[in-house]
Each structure stands twice: as C-alpha cells, then as structure tokens.
C-alpha cells in the first residue's frame, strides 16, 4: 500500500501507458489527460478496461477489489479513489 | 411520449423481444442500450454496466446512475432523435434499477420476465470456451477473455460481510447462477410489490407455450398496437444463439449442494411471487 499522494498527471502516465500497449499503436487518437475517460481516448474501452485496471493496482501496489471497477471510468474518479484509498 | 422497460435475468430471449417490440409503429425498443439490438450503430441510450454491481452493492446508488443515465431529459432526447412515440428500454441490468426508474419516471411502467431457474442456469453457464453473450457466470477455472472479464465486473455478486459472499469462493458456476437468478427475481417481485399497478410479471416460458397471449399481454400493459407472433416468427433471434449450445446436464445430475440452493431459490422467489400476484 502506498502512502504517498498520487498526483494526476502520474494516473494519467500509467492509463496512457497501458492504452499503447493494450491498443498496440505509437500513438493514441488523443492524449490522456486529466478529464479523460473512457471512450476519449477511443482506445479506452470495454476491451481495454482490464488492462488499465491491472495496470494501475500494480503501479501503485494497491489490492484492488471487483466492486472497486466502477471508479475506474474516469481519471477524476480514479485519481479520487486512489488518493481515498491512500489516506 | 411515453417510456417503459422490461427487465429479466438475461437469457430470456430479450433481443428478440427488443427487435419485434422495435418494428412496432411509433415505437423505438433498445436492447442493452442499443435501439432494435443494433449494436453497429452508437447506443441511443447511456450504457450501464458497472453501475449494476454497484447498485447490488449499495442499493442507493440506483437513483443517482438513473439520473445520470435514464433521467426523464435523457429519455426525452432519445425519443426527440429517433422520432418515435414510446420507447422501450429491455436490458438485463434493469432489476438493478427497477424501483428507482419508477420513480423516477412516474408514467413508466415495467414487464419482469422470470425464466424457470433450473433452465436460466443451464443456459448461463459456461465452462468452457468464450461466451458470446456472458451472462452468467462462468466455471471459477475457465479463463476469461477481456470482453468476459469486463463484464463479469458488473455482474452483481454478494455483499460484502453476508453469508453468500463468504460462500462464493466455494462455490460452483452453478450455485453462483441459482444465486443470481433469485437475486435478479427477488427486484422484479420488489419492484411489483412496491408498484403493483405499474409491474407486471410473466413467465419465460409462456413465449414458447402460448406466444399469442405472451405477446397480448405486453401490448396491453405497455398500451401498445396488436403485436403478431405470425408477423415476427423466424426474423427474431428466439434461439440458443450460444454455438456450443448447453455446456451442463440438467438439475438431476447436479450436486447435492446444487440442487438443495436450487430448491430453496425457486422456493423463496415463487413464495415471493406468490404473496404479490
């Protein structure tokens, strides 16, 4: 478990990180950035939702739960739950 | 205008059902979100898939996910851009949110359709090989697919610190499918207790038995036109669509565990059922 505060541009790296490889391409059709969610970018999707799920519990070393998915479709409520988590 | 909804546990012939209802005059029926189960064209209507557990999880959330995704402008703006008169909104995580859409839509009323339990779970179940329609859970052992794992995140499952979830990591895809069919159910039944004259409830298997009537009753409740069984027969999906078709015998050759959560499932939700009809 982490105990440092997780800043959103790092949320954003790791989300960004994982679309490349999930999605295979150089480039995403958009940056992450810090209002993004799922279907902006398009490679953020039902498919690729595992993959950054995954990413992010290992990343930042958190156990992360089925029910915990939900806030996983935005990086605002991402950032949020992982700082909640945190504290 | 006028909105309604059907809600079932899935496999339930549901996308056929959505593509008859949708070739009704001044009718636009979505299937899962997507109108007539077109699921090439953009969705009319929010999809919901995580807010399903969550809203098992923790009951309350249904009324902020219905106004975030059914709110009476959204489906005011569905209705305005595909130009119908009533739309119809079938999908399996209506249970989830049954009480909270009739609330939230005073005029709105609801179709349960409860399958026979023992049928539900043989359908549902998979072992092995990818599901094309997950609706169920699938053998703890079967590798899942992204696709599968998506959407098994927003399956409900027990709630924490209850004695089902203490069991669920014991437990067989069977014995998770007889738990979802009764929890699926026991909202329908809910949703007709607390909205008697709005819910109505009928049996899967009237659709096969007396298709007429099945279809009668639908139209009467949701004021619809006369909708022909003769006109719909053969252009709908009313099959097992799984190409590896049933992947599990029938109740008899169950375990002992199986079939005793089987008898007390259908036993409590036909008792349920029992105390509103």
């Given at each position: ?8 541009d ?8 994982a679309?490349l ?23 953020w ?16 070393g958190?156990?992360?739960?089925d ?19 945190a504290? | 205008m006028?909105?309604?909804?059907i809600?079932?546990?899935?496999r ?6 959505a593509a ?24 009319l209507?929010?999809?919901i898939?995580?807010?399903n557990?969550?809203?098992?999880q923790l009951p309350?959330s ?9 709110s ?9 851009q ?24 005073p005029?709105?009323?609801?179709i ?8 539900f779970?043989r359908?549902?179940?998979t072992?092995?090989?990818e ?8 053998d703890?052992?079967?590798p ?11 399956r409900?499952?027990?709630?924490r610190?209850?004695?089902?979830k ?13 738990w979802l069919?009764?929890e ?8 007709q ?7 109505l409830i009928?049996?899967f298997?009237?659709?096969?038995q ?6 009668d009753a639908?139209?009467?409740h ?15 999906k009313?099959?097992?669509t799984?190409?590896f078709?049933?992947?599990i ?19 409590q ?7 509103v009809?």
């Amino acid at each position: 478990m982490f105990h440092s505060k997780i800043s959103v541009d790092q949320v954003c790296e790791v989300v960004g990180d994982a679309l490349l490889t999930v999605s295979e391409k150089e480039a995403l059709s958009i940056p992450v950035t810090a209002e993004a969610a799922m279907g902006e970018p398009a490679e953020w999707d039902s498919l690729s939702f595992i993959v950054v799920f995954n990413a992010i519990a290992e990343a930042f070393g958190v156990e992360l739960e089925d029910d915990d998915a939900i806030h996983f479709t935005s990086i605002p409520a991402m950032h949020a739950f992982l700082n909640e988590i945190a504290e | 205008m006028a909105f309604h909804f059907i809600a079932s546990t899935g496999r339930t012939a549901t996308t056929y059902i959505a593509a008859a209802l949708n070739a009704l005059p001044g009718v636009v029926a979505c299937h899962e979100g997507y109108a007539g189960s077109d699921k090439d064209a953009e969705p009319l209507l929010p999809l919901i898939n995580l807010e399903n557990a969550r809203a098992y999880q923790l009951p309350s959330s249904a009324e902020a996910t219905v106004a975030e995704k059914r709110s009476p402008e959204i489906i005011a703006d569905a209705l305005a851009q595909s130009g119908a008169e009533t739309l119809i909104d079938i999908a399996y995580y209506n249970p989830m949110f049954a009480s909270a859409m009739l609330a939230a839509h005073p005029q709105a009323k609801m179709i349960g359709i409860i399958r026979d339990c023992e049928s539900f779970v043989r359908s549902s179940t998979t072992l092995d090989g990818e599901d094309p329609m997950p609706v169920g859970w699938a053998d703890p052992a079967k590798p899942l697919t992204r696709r599968e794992e998506f959407i098994a995140l927003g399956r409900i499952k027990p709630r924490r610190k209850t004695d089902d979830k203490a069991a669920w990591d014991g437990w067989s895809a069977i014995q998770r499918n007889i738990w979802l069919w009764r929890e699926t159910n026991l909202r329908l039944i809910e949703a007709q207790s607390t909205f008697p004259e709005r819910v109505l409830i009928l049996p899967f298997e009237r659709l096969k038995q007396d298709p007429q009537h099945f279809w009668d009753a639908i139209a009467s409740h949701l004021d619809l036109p006369e909708i022909s069984e003769k006109a719909h027969h053969g252009k709908g999906k009313f099959t097992n669509t799984k190409a590896f078709g049933y992947q599990i015998e029938a109740a008899a050759a169950w375990s002992a565990d199986e079939r005793q959560l089987l008898h007390e499932s259908v036993e409590q939700v036909e008792e349920k059922l029992a105390h509103v009809s």
